[in-house]
């Protein structure tokens, strides 16, 4: 791709991602107001995290890292890798069918696992009886990550990215049906998410069929190729899916805390926001051309595509990180606190925004240097690297719950989330030139940096006095857009004069997209 259609990409991925983590953001408001931070929606958390999980093993974990490098250079050497793609449906499928038949029988395992704080109060039985509703959602969610690959490595990206968009969308209409015509909420939403699982493979499946690719499931067969397959997608499922096992790791520590699971919970949505925008448009649209340009033995378009995909991350995730750690109580009062979400419950959250803010970076930078690996079928060494990471996590998350209490997981997963990306990156060096940042690259990050930073300092200046405004029950909405947009301004404006950016540049993007 050339550098405008890369950036392009990321736009048409982000835009979709950013409409789906807005309306997450609406489904984890509604939670919030009509649920609340307590017995029920701690149980709601644990038991939806299962799937989500192993998502990431079955799904964005092992098929973003393995099956798309393998089906994009079939596709770029003129194999037929319609047949791969149909032997990997029919493998996957019998893979995840399994694990759903055993996590229905062992369930209360799996929550004591995950949730052992649960154990001898109500949460627990919640918690197994919500998750065997909920779990045979990551079925239809790995079906539907194989025909996203699908699409993203034949350059498709909106109908995979849109996707995630209709869980949301049927979360939130359950809820507010739930509110309007009687029952307990949380029933609504449990049982609804299996049919948002439904609806997700529908429309990838329906995008493929028209993109003239045609996958039906079938038995599945152990040949040369899927073992190949398997041997590549079973470290990238650990390395891809650390940020979830660490957050696991981090429940498990918090339910012993009544309410902290779920306060960890809404700080984890809410930086999710920038991350999944920016992280999850740049890794989609990353990995398959860092694969086709390596295969071709593009050299210099390899490291062109890295560099301005590491510039990209930069531009949009630093600001979020600062307006992160400077403003997270007036994000979260004005965002979450109605309803069932008291004053305690912000004063809680904001303490883990600014944690996890201060590891947003890092989240982000592990999605721009894994591609790297997994170009070139190296999953081992991120394996390597994520059993370390997990390791500093745990030993930091259970060491420091004695010392400072339930955030204690927040601070483990920040500092595993920089441990990750120190040892990605000198991992990467190994690479030679390909796998480093260009002069472009350098000579914006620190601008990009420093119009970051004016920006924290000016929204840290004009906070006390902007307060009021957000502590009243009819502007708060408009205080905290007025506040968003004068943080947007200042960047952007200080970004392009100072050379960190040029908003030209984005103009042109958008209307690539």
Known sequence: MKPIRLMAGFFTVGFWTLASRILGFVREMMLAAYIGPGPVMDAFVAAFRLPNLFRRFFAEGAFNAAF?????????????????????????????LGLVGLAMVFMPVLIWLTASGF?????????????????????????????????????RFAAAAAAPVLLNVFACAAMLAGSVFGGAVID????????????????????????????????????????????????AALAMGVTQINLVVGQLVASRTESAVSWL?????????????????????????????LRAGDMAGSRDAYSRAG???????????????????????????????????TAATAIAVAIYGMGLPAFMLQKVYQPLFFAREDTRSPFRYAVVAMVVNAGLAFGLYPLVGWFAPAIAASAAGW???????????RMGEVARFDARFHRRAGRIL??????????????VPFAWVLALPGW????????????AVVYFGVGHLIGAFRLSEFRRALRRS
């Open 68 to 96: 798309v490098p393998m089906f994009s250079k079939r596709l770029e050497a003129g194999e037929d890798a319609i047949v791969f793609a149909q032997k990997s449906l029919n493998l996957l499928t019998a893979a995840v």
């Open 119 to 155: 154990a001898g109060d109500a949460r627990f039985d919640l918690a197994v009886g919500y998750g065997k509703i909920v779990f045979p959602y990551i079925l239809f969610m790995s079906l539907a990550a194989l025909f996203s690959g699908v699409l993203n490595a034949t350059g």
């Open 188 to 235: 609504w939403l449990i049982w609804v998410i299996p049919v948002a699982g439904v609806a997700q493979l529908a429309l990838v499946w329906i995008a493929t069929e028209r993109a003239e690719i045609r996958l039906r499931p079938g038995l599945p067969r152990l040949d040369p190729e899927m073992r190949q397959l398997v041997r590549v997608a079973f470290p």
């Open 265 to 293: 919970f809404t700080a984890d949505r809410l930086y999710q926001l920038p991350l999944g925008v920016v992280g999850i448009a740049v890794g989609i649209v990353l990995l398959p051309d860092l694969s086709r340009r």
């Open 311 to 345: 510039e990209f991350s930069l531009i949009l995730t630093l600001p979020s990180a600062v307006a992160l750690v400077v403003i997270p109580s007036p994000l979260v009062s004005v965002l979450f606190q109605r309803g069932a979400f008291g004053p305690e419950d």
């Open 419 to 429: 441990t990750m990306v120190a040892l990605l990156a000198a991992g990467a060096r």
């Open 450 to 463: 420093a119009a970051s930073l004016i920006m924290g300092a000016v929204l840290f200046g004009i906070l």
């Open 476 to 487: 708060r909405y408009l205080g905290l857009l007025a506040l968003i947009l004068l943080a």
